[in-house]
Every structure is written in structure tokens, then in C-alpha cells.
């Protein structure tokens, strides 16, 4: 029973922050391809910052220089730290995660965390 359960999210004043979390759980033999996405109401779901390969990072041109994407190992966990929130950052932020279950690589879904960013 695999879950990614993200937490963390809720309703800040723009130029604020709040930090994500995103913590895996279950029989996982692998994690690898962990990011952050976003969907808007209206809006496809876009990623903001992921790892790549090794610990290589990758950002969204918005994310970039505000968002900071880091992770725990032993706590198989990812974070999103996100700072000077605006309007635009409002969204249902989901984690993601290819892991590595009964021998199948997936991409697995958390149910996502809601940021609203008041005026």
C-alpha cells in the first residue's frame, strides 16, 4: 500500500511562505523523477520543481529563485520551500514520485495540498 501524502499548504498573504512537505510510504524499493506540480482551477497541471537525475534540480521559469525544492532520504520525503508567494502560485500542489514497487517503476500521485495567496 504506496502513498505519497503531501502536507503543508493553506492560506498565506502574498509575500509570504509556506513550505511543502511530501512523505512517502509503503513497500518502496526505489524513488527516483520526485517533483512538485500545480493545477490551477481552469488550468492544466503544470510542474514547478523537480529532481532530475542525480540531485539535480529543475524549476519552472515562475518558481525560479523563490522555490527551493530538497529532500530527506531516510525520511523519504520531499519538500517545496516557497517563498514570495503571489496570486499566480494559487493552485492544488501535487507531489510526485516514480517508485519502485514489486519490481514496476510508476508514477505515483499524492491528492495534493491547497495554496491560496491572498491580496
Known amino acids: 500500500q504506496v502513498q505519497l501524502v503531501e502536507s503543508g499548504g493553506g492560506l498565506v498573504q502574498a509575500g509570504g511562505s509556506l513550505r511543502l512537505s511530501c512523505a512517502a510510504s509503503g513497500t518502496i524499493f526505489g524513488i527516483n523523477g520526485m517533483g512538485w506540480y500545480r493545477q490551477a482551477p481552469g488550468k492544466q497541471r503544470e510542474l514547478v520543481a523537480e529532481?532530475?537525475?542525480?540531485?539535480?534540480?529543475n524549476y519552472a521559469d515562475s518558481a525560479k529563485g523563490r522555490f527551493t525544492i530538497s529532500r530527506d532520504n531516510a525520511k523519504k520525503t520531499v519538500y517545496l520551500q516557497m517563498n514570495s508567494l503571489n496570486a499566480e502560485d494559487t493552485a492544488v500542489y501535487y507531489c510526485n514520485a516514480r517508485l519502485l514497487v514489486r519490481n514496476i517503476w510508476n508514477n505515483y500521485w499524492g491528492q495534493g495540498t491547497q495554496v491560496t495567496v491572498s491580496s
Open positions: 529532481f532530475t537525475s542525480g540531485d539535480t534540480t
